[in-house]
């Protein structure tokens, strides 16, 4: 059996907690808010504290606090020499503490509270200082059914940075997409199913072979029609930059 | 029974004839295609031609060629007042002769010719001249299991435009993750669960509710370092562009 002391009661420490209840061989010992409250609906099935002194031993504490917090919470911790992790993508390891071991557990996913995540889907990038602390983050992947990459610092701040584009950035083009049929009085509904196969394309072909459209066939006559629908200068500057970025990366020649 | 001659013998074609073959109450009564080879898979289950002479008669001709043929196929049939539909996105209604009854049978999805559809889930969405017309194609829908949805020509030309959003831009920018992980030896199947969920939060959120990360947080650290640690200045430029339209979007003033 592998013991947690969980930290924070936030999206990330909910999930965790979710996913260590149901596996096997793994077990919350105990878990630590500063706002007890928050805690309420588990106090039944785990033991909850708000007080950081009182904190119990465990194979591994997992810090799942604020990226500003992590670096205070880690200095509070009433112990020395035991395993830490935070699960931060962007945060430096040595923000932790040092008078405790340092590592990294950072679920490469995006999760809102209210979003049920199939955990076990969940890529976990697994950062150490001290390379025999690998051994321990693999036996709780192989717990959690998750698959666990072990990276540097270099490799997670990438990630977090490419996880930028296809989330966050992403999501803006589906919000540019919305803005523009909602004016023309076209239910979004209709893009969603383009919306998934395009996502899905990507399991199975590369995003340079998945890619079609105007822009890669170089079909002018059809962009040229697009940039003047697009009534909104903004979104034609976000047009014309795609579509730049595509006829680069497919060799399109293009003088214009 | 609906009864319907396919024209082409491309993507759609192929996925409209293998939809049309599982459907109960509909039938292809003859497939032409100007090179007959590319049929030969199927002459042995429907009647093949490349001979547009040859046509026989049907409730419907789909045209699921090129947009640049669709004007001269049109005008090749032999015959008039017939129900004459073209699968384009872009392409006019007019574009079709006039000689006979024209209308757009545009599915609204990404197909390549070696990646299986589930055409059920694929939106048709339907133009008429003749509202009378509007029924028969209803009854395919019906037929195939699909949403089919009546929109007139600006609203089909904005969603085309918006399909270039959701799906080639959003591709490129799977592309341009995948550079970036690339060039730090980072596994692209670690983002692959974050563009699934990314395309699956917007089944149940909006795009505007699902949004997260540093630019709508206005995390200017972050924002600095990520604009830092890209070394590409194409890619830099993207993320300056989509960071900002994040940020009009949702309202952050910003005066870095
Ligand atoms: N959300 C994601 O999709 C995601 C994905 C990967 C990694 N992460 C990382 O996971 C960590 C937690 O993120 P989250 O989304 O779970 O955040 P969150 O939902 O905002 O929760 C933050 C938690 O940190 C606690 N906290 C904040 N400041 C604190 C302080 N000064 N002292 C003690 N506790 C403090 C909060 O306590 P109160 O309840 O008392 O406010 C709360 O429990 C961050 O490092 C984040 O970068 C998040
Ligand atoms: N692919 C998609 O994802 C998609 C989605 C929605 C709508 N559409 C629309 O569907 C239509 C067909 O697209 P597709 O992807 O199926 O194209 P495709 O795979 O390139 O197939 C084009 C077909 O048109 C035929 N053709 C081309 N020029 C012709 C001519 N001058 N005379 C007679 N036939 C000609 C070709 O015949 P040969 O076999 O002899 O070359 C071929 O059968 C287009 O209007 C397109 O805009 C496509």
Redesign the interface.
């Known amino acids: 059996m592998i013991t947690v002391c969980l930290l924070g009661a936030g999206n990330i420490a909910t999930h965790i907690y979710k996913a260590i209840k149901v596996a096997d061989s793994l077990e919350v010992v105990q878990w630590y808010n500063r706002t007890l409250s928050s805690l309420a609906p588990y106090k039944n099935e785990v033991a909850t504290t708000d007080k950081i002194k009182d904190l119990v031993e465990a194979d591994l504490y997992i810090l799942a606090v604020s990226d500003d917090a992590i670096s205070e919470v880690s200095k509070s911790l009433p112990f020395n020499n035991r395993l830490v992790a935070h699960t931060s993508g ?1 945060v430096s390891i040595h923000d932790l503490n040092q008078k405790n071991q340092r590592a990294v557990f950072y679920p ?3 999760f ?1 509270k209210n ?1 049920d ?1 199939d955990f076990s ?3 976990i ?1 697994i950062e150490v200082l001290e390379k025999a602390n690998i051994k321990i983050f693999k036996a709780i992947g192989t717990a959690l059914g998750c698959k666990t ?1 072990k ?1 540097n610092t ?2 997670r ?22 803005e ?2 909602d ?26 072979m ?7 066939r170089n079909d002018k006559k ?1 962009i040229k ?2 940039l003047k ?2 009534e909104n200068e ?1 979104h034609k ?3 014309e ?2 579509t ?3 006829q ?2 497919h060799g399109v020649t293009n003088k214009r």
């Open positions: 962007s490469l996913q995006s809102s979003l995540v889907k969940v890529p990038c990459y990276i270099e490799q701040q990438t990630l977090h940075l490419s996880a930028v584009f296809v989330n966050n950035f992403t999501n803006q083009l589906y919000r540019i997409a919305h523009i049929s004016a023309k009085s076209i239910n979004f509904d209709i893009l969603k199913p383009l919306i998934q196969e395009t996502a899905r394309k990507v399991e199975v072909l590369s995003p340079y998945a890619q079609t459209g105007p822009a890669k059809t029609r697009h629908q697009l903004e500057a976000i047009y930059m795609l730049a970025s595509i680069k990366t």
